[in-house]
């Protein structure tokens, strides 16, 4: 088998980038270890940033965003007991975000895919990249029993976190940064309206909760939890009463209860690799950085670095020039960076260190103040949440 761009992994980069490849009649293949039914599922992400819309709509898979997704305007921050809404449009020249879950945009471009007949191959477990800094790199997978080989002439690593294809940046060339943070997330799915209309984020002494959707009949919240939490140790009951204690507010309110679907623990990291390129081999997505949730940048940033890489790959075919993809790295780094700090910044803003000491706790409280109470604080906050435009 060979093919101009081996994209390895089918979540939102890998299947993004083979779809943008094949708008622009770049020939592309997709290798994703799991199943379709599995990858379709996969409980992940909901907020889409403008520039993501805009990006899904071209490509042909934004109808059932545009009928599905709840556009919102802002998101309301809970601390001390009191409640401040973040005017998105008002800050911001007119942005917003998109509530529409990450499975969700996998299942559309799956079915564009499939109705194409792009190759996307599920359960084809790439072992390894090799030849990177030749002219023709190899994909070596596994699928159906037999060991197989996709020769390319580049391939994209789009296999998340814990793939294999950013292990074939050699150890010489590739600088990691990383932090880990000591509490994770318990993330709950319910059958039951949202008790709020946008997206609240709530710091208590108790820890921090996040009230999110995925429609009008079902909610997403997210529990502050300690790292190797067991979700078995958080019965339904426990998880409302506990929900209900860190968004209570002086003045009405009520978290509405209801039958919870799902439940899983996610660990927070921050990380990044430099550079995204080594050869002919690009890294996309979480593949190359991870951010902690608290922003809402991950899936995000995997599309914001599949643009920019289709693009360069267009070029390539337009012009013969490689300049564009020479900078792929240095372009997707500053803005990998600007949400690595973002999402830092809100993660340590509303979380509670389990060794934090009442200074610190203050300081949080002080922060979160002067972002309700400037509109150059609050400014800088609804930027970044709905995230820089697409240079
Ligand atoms: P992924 O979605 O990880 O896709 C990588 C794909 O590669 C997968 O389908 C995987 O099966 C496949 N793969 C892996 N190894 C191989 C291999 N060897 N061969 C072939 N295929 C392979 N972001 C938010 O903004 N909010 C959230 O609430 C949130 N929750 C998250 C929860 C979890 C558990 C995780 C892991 C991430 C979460 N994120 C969240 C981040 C967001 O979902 C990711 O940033 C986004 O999925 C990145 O997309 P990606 O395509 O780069 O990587
Ligand atoms: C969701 C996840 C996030 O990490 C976030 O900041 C906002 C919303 C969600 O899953 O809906």
Redesign the pocket.
Same mark, same amino acid.
């Given at each position: 088998m060979h093919t101009t761009v081996g994209i390895?992994?089918?979540?939102? !980069? +890998?299947l993004l980038l083979a779809r943008l490849l094949r708008l622009r009649g770049i020939d592309c293949a997709v290798?994703?270890?799991?199943d379709r039914e599995y990858?379709e599922r996969?409980?992940? !992400? +909901?907020?889409l940033e403008q520039a993501t819309v805009d990006v899904l709509r071209a490509c042909g898979a934004g109808a059932r965003l545009d009928r599905e997704g709840l556009v919102h305007d802002g998101i309301e921050l809970r601390f001390d007991r009191r409640s401040h809404r973040i005017d998105f449009p008002s800050l911001t020249g007119g942005r917003r975000v998109t509530v529409y879950a990450?499975t969700e945009v996998v299942k559309d471009l799956t079915a564009l895919h499939l109705a194409d007949g792009v190759p996307l191959l599920f359960e084809?477990?790439?072992?390894a990249v090799e030849g990177a800094e030749g002219d023709r790199p190899v994909v070596r997978?596994e699928h159906e029993g037999r060991e197989r080989t996709l020769t390319c002439d580049w391939v994209v690593g789009?296999?998340?976190?814990?793939?294999?294809a950013r292990a074939a940046l050699p150890e010489h060339v590739r600088h990691t940064y990383e932090r880990t943070y000591p509490y994770s997330w318990l993330?709950v799915l319910a059958e039951v309206p949202p008790s709020c209309e946008e997206l609240v984020y709530a710091h208590s002494p108790r820890g921090f909760a996040l009230h999110s959707m995925r429609s009008p009949a079902v909610s997403r919240l997210?529990l502050q939890v300690p790292n190797g939490t067991d979700p078995a140790d958080w019965p339904d009951e426990r998880v409302w009463d506990e929900l209900a204690a860190r968004f209570a507010v002086d003045g009405d309110w009520t978290l509405e209860r209801g039958p919870i679907t799902s439940k899983?623990v996610?660990p927070m990291r921050s990380f990044v690799t430099e550079p995204m390129r080594h050869g002919r081999l690009f890294l996309?997505?979480?593949?190359a950085h991870?951010?902690p949730?608290t922003?809402?940048?991950?899936?995000?940033?995997?599309v914001s670095d599949v643009t920019v890489l289709a693009r360069a790959f267009a070029h390539l075919a337009r012009t013969g020039s490689a300049e564009l993809l020479d900078a792929y790295s240095d372009t997707c780094l500053r803005r990998v960076w600007r949400a690595e700090h973002f999402s830092y910044f809100m993660t340590t803003t509303l979380h509670t260190d389990p060794e934090q000491s009442p200074f610190t706790t203050r300081l949080q409280l002080a922060q979160l103040d002067r972002i309700a109470a400037s509109p150059h604080a609050a400014a800088e906050l609804a930027e970044n949440y709905t995230g820089l435009p697409l240079e």
């Open positions: 390895v992994g089918g979540g939102p !980069a +890998g290798l994703e270890s799991r990858v996969r409980q992940r !992400a +909901g907020i990450q084809a477990a790439v072992r997978f789009c296999d998340g976190f814990h793939g294999v993330g997210y899983a996610l996309a997505g979480d593949a991870i951010v949730p922003g809402a940048k991950g899936l995000n940033l995997a």
